[in-house]
């Protein structure tokens, strides 16, 4: 089944329980440095949202988690999140390692319309359905978008003479280096109804990505869409391709893949950190999921 979860494209007025937050933009100066200094994700409490335009960040430090659409994208220190206008996400720092970002956004169209020509019009009416775009990069796999990120917000914190016309030059190679890469992911019409459908889905979704690490049953998340469990499983495997419990553990998993490249923590600290108070079983759905053991994986990335 293909999974389209964060492909839809959505409209204020059709979800109520999801946050739209809009931002304004200046007319000569399409870009919003949010809060001007670095924000922490909260490990729990946090509720999915969209906004009216480009969102990208830098996180310098910790770790946690991005659910976009229908994928859980862990993420750590050094790396970049890209999130397309009318994406639904939430972002949730791990309880023991909380998460400090800068976000920036940025208004394509109003940034393209400064200049004559507009050759990337294109991406920017379809970013939000590019299928399986990663959203959340590192520099060893994508060293020019994130140095691009951080020259923008390097010149955003230091307000130096000219910044504004340094940010939109940089903006602007950031929007042709992201064309680039989005010509790696297909693109899909086949939206119909997925914005009704995943909407059902949302207070599960969101309790989710707040208690990923905590023991969180079918009835649980049943009970937060209104459904019976059993319509709940069907209902869940419909939109999101897999199942609530195999969506949950392989979330586990990325999470705690992505902790055993910091060597301060043992692997049972890891199994207990992400929700396995047997280390038999987190052993166990690790090989499942990554068709290793935890110990050759991290000997691998030594």
């Given at each position: 089944?293909?999974?389209?979860g964060d492909?839809?494209?959505?409209h204020?007025?059709s979800l109520?329980?999801?946050?739209?937050?809009?931002?304004?933009?200046?007319?000569?100066?399409?870009?919003?440095?949010?809060?001007?200094?670095?924000?922490?994700?909260?490990?729990?409490?946090?509720?999915?949202?969209?906004?009216?335009?480009?969102?990208?960040?830098?996180?310098?430090g910790?770790?946690?988690?991005?659910?976009?659409?229908?994928?859980?994208?862990?993420?750590?220190?050094?790396?970049?999140?890209?999130?397309?206008?009318?994406?639904?996400?939430?972002?949730?720092?791990?309880?023991?390692?909380?998460?400090?970002?800068?976000?920036?956004?940025?208004?394509?169209?109003?940034?393209?319309?400064?200049?004559?020509?507009?050759?990337?019009?294109?991406f920017?009416?379809?970013?939000?359905?590019?299928?399986?775009?990663?959203?959340?990069?590192?520099?060893?796999?994508?060293?020019?978008?994130?140095?691009?990120v951080?020259?923008?917000?390097?010149?955003?914190?230091?307000r130096?003479t000219?910044?504004?016309?340094?940010v939109?030059?940089?903006?602007?190679?950031?929007?042709?280096?992201?064309?680039?890469?989005?010509?790696?992911?297909?693109?899909?019409?086949?939206?119909?109804?997925?914005?009704e459908?995943?909407?059902?889905?949302?207070?599960?979704?969101?309790?989710?990505?707040?208690?990923l690490?905590?023991?969180?049953?079918?009835?649980?998340?049943?009970?937060?869409?209104?459904?019976?469990?059993?319509?709940f499983?069907?209902?869940?495997k419909?939109?999101?391709?897999?199942?609530?419990?195999?969506?949950?553990?392989?979330?586990?998993i990325?999470?705690?893949s992505?902790?055993?490249?910091?060597?301060?923590?043992s692997?049972?600290?890891?199994?207990?950190?992400?929700?396995?108070?047997?280390?038999?079983?987190f052993?166990?759905?690790?090989?499942?999921?990554?068709?290793?053991?935890?110990?050759?994986?991290?000997?691998?990335?030594?």
């Amino acid at each position: 089944m293909q999974k389209r979860g964060d492909t839809m494209q959505i409209h204020p007025s059709s979800l109520n329980n999801i946050n739209y937050v809009p931002y304004s933009f200046a007319t000569d100066f399409p870009i919003y440095d949010l809060d001007g200094s670095p924000h922490s994700p909260p490990a729990k409490g946090n509720h999915m949202h969209y906004h009216n335009c480009l969102e990208i960040g830098f996180c310098y430090g910790g770790s946690g988690i991005f659910l976009v659409g229908n994928r859980i994208l862990p993420f750590s220190k050094g790396d970049v999140s890209i999130i397309f206008n009318n994406q639904i996400h939430i972002a949730n720092s791990n309880s023991f390692d909380m998460s400090y970002w800068r976000f920036v956004m940025i208004e394509p169209n109003a940034l393209l319309s400064l200049f004559k020509n507009k050759p990337l019009e294109a991406f920017i009416t379809g970013s939000s359905t590019l299928l399986d775009f990663p959203h959340i990069l590192n520099s060893k796999n994508h060293s020019e978008i994130c140095n691009l990120v951080k020259m923008i917000i390097d010149n955003l914190t230091k307000r130096n003479t000219n910044y504004k016309t340094s940010v939109i030059g940089l903006s602007l190679a950031l929007i042709s280096s992201l064309e680039t890469l989005s010509l790696n992911f297909n693109r899909t019409n086949n939206l119909d109804n997925i914005s009704e459908d995943y909407q059902q889905l949302i207070p599960a979704l969101n309790f989710i990505s707040s208690n990923l690490t905590s023991s969180i049953t079918i009835g649980e998340l049943s009970q937060k869409c209104s459904m019976s469990e059993s319509s709940f499983r069907r209902y869940f495997k419909k939109v999101m391709g897999t199942s609530p419990m195999d969506f949950i553990y392989s979330s586990r998993i990325k999470i705690a893949s992505q902790l055993l490249y910091n060597k301060t923590y043992s692997i049972s600290q890891i199994s207990l950190e992400v929700g396995y108070n047997s280390l038999s079983s987190f052993n166990r759905h690790f090989k499942k999921y990554t068709g290793t053991s935890p110990s050759n994986w991290k000997n691998r990335i030594s």
